[in-house]
C-alpha cells in the first residue's frame, strides 16, 4: 500500500484529497441531474460565462477567493438572465444566444484580465491548480458543499417530477421556474468551487462524467445521484494519485479516469454497454439459428 | 355516486397572443368518457393545457367540484402525448407510478405504508403488477399509457386528460387501454381523450366534443357524433359558426 499512502505524506496532496473527494462527491451527485435535465452544454456555457466576473473581481479588489466567488457568481447571473431575455423577447432561440453570450463574455473576460495588475493565467481559470489550495479555497468548498448537498437532496422528489416531464411536473403543482433556476444556481456554485481546484473546464468533466457512467450501468435515479457522487469523489482521487506517480498535470488526470471509467461502462456494461448488447444479439442470432436447424431436422 | 362535474365557462387561450380556443363553454360530468375531436392545430392541447393550468387564460374560468381552478392541482391529471416523454429515464414502472403520490405527500413527507398501497392498487387496476419493476422504456405504446393511467390514479385524480392515448396503438393494446379506461370510468372519473381515429369513436367513448378553435358541438355520441358536425369541425377554418351559415346563405 506504500503507493497509496506515500503522496499524501506531504500536506500539499492531502489538501488537494480533501479537495477532490469533496468536490468529486459534490460534482458528481449534481450530475444526474444535469444529464437527465440536459443542462451539459448549458453547463459548458456557463463555465466560460465565468471569467468577466472573475477577472473584474481581480481588478477591483483582488484575487482572494472570496472575490472571486462573488464575481463569478454575478458574471454567470447576468450571462443567465441575458440569454432569458435575448431568447424571450426576439426570434433567436435559447441556444444562439446562450452561445453568443458565452463567446461574448468569455471574450470580454480575457480583455479585462490584459488590465489586472496581478499576473493571471488564463490557463490557471481553465485547468485550475489542486496542489495549490489555501485554506481559504477549502473552506469555499467545504461551505457550497454543505448548500449543494442538501439542496438536492431536500428538493429530490420535486425535481424528479420536474426532470421527468416539466409539465405533467407543472400540472401536479411543482414550481418549475424557481426550481430550473435553484438547479442553475446550484451548477453556479459547485462550478465556482471547482474553479481553484480543477478549473472550469475540467469541473465540467466532473459535473458530467460520474452520472452519464451511471446511467449506462442503472435504471435507478437513487443510483444516479448517491453512485454520481461516490463515483466522482473515488475517481478523483485516484486520478490526483495517478498524477502524482506519473508526475503529470492532477486536473487533467483526474477528468481522464472518470473519462476512462465512462468509455468501460459504454463497452462494456452489463445492461447498456455497447459491446454486450452486441453480443447478446450475437447469442440470440445463434440461438434462433440453432432452434431452427433443430426445427429442420424433425 | 357524487355527480361531480367539470365545469369550463367561457374559456379563451391564447398562443402568443393569438387566440387558440375561443370562449369555450361546456359542462362535463364525471363518469363520462369523452372523446375530444379536431383538426391537427384545433387547439386540443392548448385546451387541455388551459384546464390544468399550464397556459394562462384569457377570459373565463374552470371550476371542478364547486372549487375555481387557479392552477395545478391533484385533481386534474393530464397525460401528454407519449412523443414527448424521455422513456430513458432511469426509472422502474412503480417508481413512476410513485411519482403521483409526491405532490400528495409534499416535498418532505414520508412515503409511507398508504402510499405504498394506493401505488399497489393502482399498478393492479392496470394490470401492469407484473411489469412494476421493469424500465419504463420496456414497455409496449399501451403498457406505457397505461403506466401514465396508473400514475394519475396513484394521485387520486379525478379527471383524466389524456393527449392522443391512442395514437400507434395496435389493437389488441388498444382494447385493453380501452378496458383500463372503462374501468376508470365506471369508478366514477371523468375521461376526456383527444382522439384522431374517427372510426373508432363510438365503440371507445360515449360523449364527444368536437373543437376547432371554438366549440362546435357537444354531447352523447349517438347523437353528436354524425357527419354535419365532423364536417363542420374539420372545415380547415372555422372562425364561428354562425359566420358559416350566413356564408352558405350568400352563396
Not at chain 1, 459534490?26 to 466576473?53: C, E, K, Q, Y
Not at chain 1, 478523483?236 to 477528468?255: K, M
Not at chain 1, 454486450?276 to 434462433?288: A, G, T
Not at chain 2, 403506466?147 to 396503438?169: I, K, M
Amino acid at each position: 500500500m506504500h503507493w497509496l499512502t506515500e503522496p499524501f505524506r506531504h500536506e500539499f496532496m492531502l489538501r488537494a484529497l480533501f479537495g477532490c473527494a469533496l468536490i468529486g462527491f459534490t460534482n458528481g451527485a449534481l450530475s444526474g441531474f444535469i444529464v437527465l435535465r440536459r443542462l451539459a452544454l448549458m453547463a459548458d456555457a456557463m463555465a466560460h460565462s465565468l471569467l468577466p466576473g472573475v477577472a473584474v473581481a481581480i481588478i477591483l479588489f483582488g484575487l482572494a477567493p472570496a472575490n472571486l466567488f462573488f464575481g463569478a457568481l454575478v458574471a454567470a447571473l447576468l450571462v443567465g438572465l441575458g440569454v432569458q431575455i435575448i431568447s424571450g423577447s426576439s426570434r433567436i432561440k435559447e441556444d444562439t444566444s446562450l452561445g453568443l453570450l458565452f463567446a461574448c463574455a468569455f471574450s470580454l473576460g480575457l480583455v479585462l484580465l490584459s488590465f489586472s495588475p496581478s499576473q493571471v493565467n488564463v490557463t490557471h481559470y481553465l485547468f485550475g491548480n489542486i496542489l495549490g489550495l489555501s485554506d481559504d479555497d477549502l473552506w469555499i468548498i467545504y461551505s457550497i458543499s454543505l448548500i449543494v448537498l442538501p439542496l438536492l437532496v431536500l428538493f429530490q422528489r420535486p425535481l424528479l417530477l420536474l426532470m421527468f416531464e416539466p409539465s405533467v411536473a407543472a400540472s401536479q403543482g411543482v414550481f418549475v421556474r424557481p426550481l430550473t433556476y435553484m438547479l442553475m444556481g446550484l451548477l453556479v456554485l459547485s462550478m465556482i468551487s471547482s474553479l481553484q481546484a480543477v478549473g472550469v473546464v475540467l469541473a465540467l468533466g466532473m459535473l458530467i462524467a460520474p452520472a452519464a457512467t451511471i446511467y449506462l450501468c442503472s435504471d435507478s435515479f437513487a443510483a444516479m445521484f448517491w453512485g454520481g457522487g461516490i463515483l466522482g469523489m473515488l475517481g478523483s482521487c485516484a486520478g490526483l494519485v495517478v498524477s502524482y506517480w506519473l508526475n503529470l498535470p492532477s486536473g487533467a488526470c483526474i477528468v481522464l479516469v472518470l473519462g476512462g471509467i465512462f468509455f468501460a461502462a459504454y463497452l462494456f456494461s452489463p445492461r447498456y454497454g455497447v459491446l454486450s448488447k452486441f453480443l447478446r444479439r450475437r447469442h440470440l442470432h445463434e440461438e434462433s439459428l440453432a432452434r431452427w436447424e433443430e426445427h429442420a431436422d424433425h | 355516486m357524487p355527480a361531480h362535474h367539470l365545469e369550463i365557462k367561457n374559456l379563451t387561450v391564447a398562443y402568443r397572443r393569438v387566440p387558440a380556443v375561443h370562449h369555450v363553454t361546456l359542462n362535463l360530468r364525471c363518469g363520462h368518457c369523452i372523446a375530444l375531436l379536431g383538426p391537427n392545430g384545433a387547439g386540443k392541447t392548448t385546451f387541455f393545457k388551459a384546464l390544468v393550468g399550464l397556459v394562462p387564460k384569457e377570459t373565463g374560468e374552470v371550476v371542478f367540484g364547486g372549487h375555481g381552478k387557479v392552477g395545478a392541482d391533484t385533481d386534474i391529471a393530464y397525460l401528454p402525448q407519449r412523443s414527448v416523454i424521455d422513456w430513458d429515464f432511469p426509472i422502474t414502472v412503480r417508481g413512476m407510478v410513485e411519482m403521483g403520490r409526491y405532490m400528495r405527500i409534499g416535498k418532505w413527507g414520508r412515503f409511507g405504508k398508504a402510499d405504498s398501497e394506493a401505488v399497489d392498487v393502482a399498478l393492479r387496476t392496470m394490470d401492469l403488477a407484473d411489469l412494476a419493476r421493469r424500465q419504463i422504456s420496456a414497455l409496449s405504446g399501451g403498457q406505457q399509457q397505461r403506466a401514465f393511467l396508473a400514475r394519475s390514479l396513484a394521485q387520486e385524480a379525478h379527471v383524466f386528460l389524456l393527449d392522443e392515448p391512442f395514437t400507434g396503438l395496435d389493437k389488441t393494446a388498444q382494447d385493453l387501454l380501452a378496458q383500463a379506461i372503462r374501468k376508470l370510468v365506471a369508478a366514477g372519473n371523468l375521461v376526456v381523450a383527444s382522439h384522431h381515429d374517427l372510426k373508432s369513436v363510438p365503440e371507445l367513448f360515449d360523449q364527444v366534443i368536437f373543437l376547432n378553435g371554438e366549440l362546435i358541438a357537444f354531447g352523447d355520441t349517438g347523437e353528436t357524433f354524425n357527419d354535419e358536425n365532423i364536417a363542420d369541425a374539420y372545415r380547415t377554418q372555422v372562425f364561428s359558426k354562425a359566420q358559416l351559415h350566413r356564408n352558405a346563405g350568400v352563396h
